[in-house]
């Protein structure tokens, strides 16, 4: 019996815009307009200073937690950008500057890493679901979100974002299988930042890429540079086109990079070198952006100054909803859990907060003012 080849396959790289200014113009043609450029590089830009202006509000106390986007901006915005409106967005939690595209009001976010809930109550016709924090659990609701859409005969298609280190989650693989397996319209995003923490992409990875782990699985898949809008808008309108066209799913690894730490409560220091994060520093996703707008004359100093002007008011305005939102009711809880109330959880509703009267004399009137009943 000789010895056959039985599979034989290729990995693709796309790099539209890459490090240096080089554009490819037959693989760039038509993909974004110059005023779209322009929108998406102002829109980026204010998306930098958000992260500024969170990473802030940690620091000082105003904010928990916070994961810097910063570096990773590209991803996001350019498959926002090419997704329909009502297609499903289904982030992680690096994904800040799509949602926003989409049009996710920005104290949305804040509110999400405040601890308050109304965050996370997304507007229905935004089509996206909150942030995941439980790492690669929203593969797979992106997978039933996009069955859904299938089985009801509408041509929606889901997106996921996820990172390196969601691939080694064992949900990410069951929500590949799954969507292969039953063509489902899902467009896979991985955006391999290098780093899980502080694991490296490289021993978290055997496979000389993340792309192939798609291709275990019989879908297409395809590799791009996360930190070039134009590859990530061609490849995510083609594995789209193909999703609606033919219910098939594709695995896109964007290969990026986080400029910050994994969070605020990280000090990347410790684990990575300065010279790695310098030479990521020049593929800068927003710097790229804009050497191509100024290159074509489309943007000029002045044009930058009036923006950074503008960045600062939007996201001032939206620090400030977030901080000045009344407090939610305390009864929110119990009221959007449930569709009915249980009478042990009634009756939990009812005494949750009077446990400790007694102790602190203004709680009663709190108590009293806010309508519910004293324990009995
Ligand atoms: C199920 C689960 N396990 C562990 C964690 C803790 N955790 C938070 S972020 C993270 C690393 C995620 O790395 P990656 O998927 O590469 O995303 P990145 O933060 O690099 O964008 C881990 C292990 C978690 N949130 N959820
Ligand atoms: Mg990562």
């Keep these: 019996m000789p010895v056959r080849t039985v599979l034989n396959t290729t990995i693709e790289h796309v790099s539209i815009l890459d490090e240096d200014g080089n554009f490819d113009a ?13 929108r998406l590089y102002e829109h980026m830009s204010i998306c930098r ?3 500024e202006i969170a990473f802030k509000l940690q620091r000082s106390g105003r904010m928990g937690t916070y994961p810097e986007n ?6 996001s915005l350019g498959a926002a950008y090419v997704l329909r409106p009502d297609d499903w967005l289904v982030p992680c939690y690096r994904e800040n500057t799509g949602l926003f595209w989409r049009g996710l009001p920005m104290e949305m976010i804040l509110l999400h890493w405040m601890g308050d809930e109304r965050g996370n ?11 995941a924090i439980p790492i690669g659990t929203q593969l797979l609701h992106a997978v039933g979100l996009a069955w859904a859409s299938k089985y009801r ?13 969601a691939t080694s989650e064992g949900d990410c693989h069951e929500a590949l299988n799954f969507a292969a397996n039953l063509n489902i319209p899902v467009v896979f995003l991985c955006q391999n930042n290098g780093w899980a923490i502080s694991v490296p992409t490289k021993i978290q990875c055997s496979a000389p890429t993340l792309a192939q782990r798609g291709m275990a699985y019989g879908m297409p898949c395809v590799q791009c540079d996360g930190n070039d809008i134009f590859a990530v808008a061609k490849v995510v309108r083609d594995a789209a086109e193909l999703a609606r066209t033919e219910h098939r799913p594709t695995f896109i690894e964007a290969v990026t990079y986080r400029l910050g730490d994994h969070t605020t409560a990280d000090d990347a220091r410790r684990y990575r070198d300065q010279a790695e994060v310098d030479a990521w520093k020049k593929r800068d996703p927003l710097l790229r952006l804009r050497n191509y707008l100024s290159e074509r004359t489309l943007w000029d100093d002045d044009r930058e100054k009036a923006l950074a002007a503008r960045a600062k008011k939007e996201v001032a305005a939206a620090a400030r909803r977030a901080e000045e939102i009344a407090d939610p009711a305390r009864t929110d809880m119990f009221d959007f859990l449930y569709a009915t109330l249980s009478p042990d959880i009634e009756a ?4 949750a907060r009077t446990s400790s009267l007694g102790v602190d004399p203004t709680q009663l009137d709190d108590a009293r003012s806010s309508g519910i009943e004293e324990a009995v």
Aim: charged share 30%.
């Design 49 to 51: 200073h958000f992260d």
């Design 348 to 351: 939990q509703r009812s005494t």
């Design 26 to 38: 037959d693989l760039g043609r038509d993909l974004i307009p110059d005023d779209d450029a322009v």
């Design 153 to 165: 005969g509408e041509d929606r298609i889901s997106c996921t974002f996820f990172g390196d280190g």
């Design 70 to 75: 910063r570096g990773q901006e590209a991803a």
């Design 121 to 131: 109550q997304i507007a229905a016709d935004l089509a996206m679901t909150p942030q």
